[in-house]
């Protein structure tokens, strides 16, 4: 069974750094993409970063550019979400998401991707 698996969130100050990352298990595709989306209470899902794990073209939302970084280790199917400069606005659940329909002009719509993870919780104090 294909599995996302998140680990990493927390509680940080305003200004702080964290890393989350997610494992996809027994992947069933070899070119695929991986990426972050998030959902703060009482807003949809937004895309947040999203990474080819085949050529590690990276894609990210305006909101967090130049505050995270994604990167990934294909051999372990692994991708590392790098959060500095934390705000208070970043407080959400994070999702982590695979799919291999994802194209440059589509990575950031959730519809795109096959699997999900079951979220965790990053939370930014003021």
């Known amino acids: 069974q294909v599995q996302l698996v998140e680990s990493g969130g927390g509680l940080v100050q305003a200004g702080g750094s964290l890393r989350l990352s997610c494992t996809l298990s027994?992947?069933?595709?070899?070119?695929?993409?991986m990426g972050w989306f998030r959902q703060a209470p009482g807003k949809e899902r937004g895309f947040v970063t999203t990474?080819?794990?085949?050529?590690?073209?990276?894609y990210y939302a305006d909101s967090v550019k130049g505050r995270f970084t994604i990167s990934r280790d294909s051999a372990k199917n692994t991708v590392y979400l790098h959060m500095n400069s934390l705000k208070p606005e970043d407080t959400a659940v994070y999702y982590c998401?695979?799919?291999?329909?994802?194209?440059?002009?589509?990575?950031?719509?959730?519809?795109?991707?096959?699997?999900w993870g079951q979220g965790t919780q990053v939370t930014v104090s003021s």
């Open positions: 027994r992947p069933t595709f070899s070119n695929y993409a």
């Open positions: 990474i080819s794990m085949s050529f590690g073209s990276a």
């Open positions: 998401a695979a799919g291999d329909r994802v194209t440059p002009s589509t990575v950031t719509s959730g519809d795109e991707y096959d699997y």
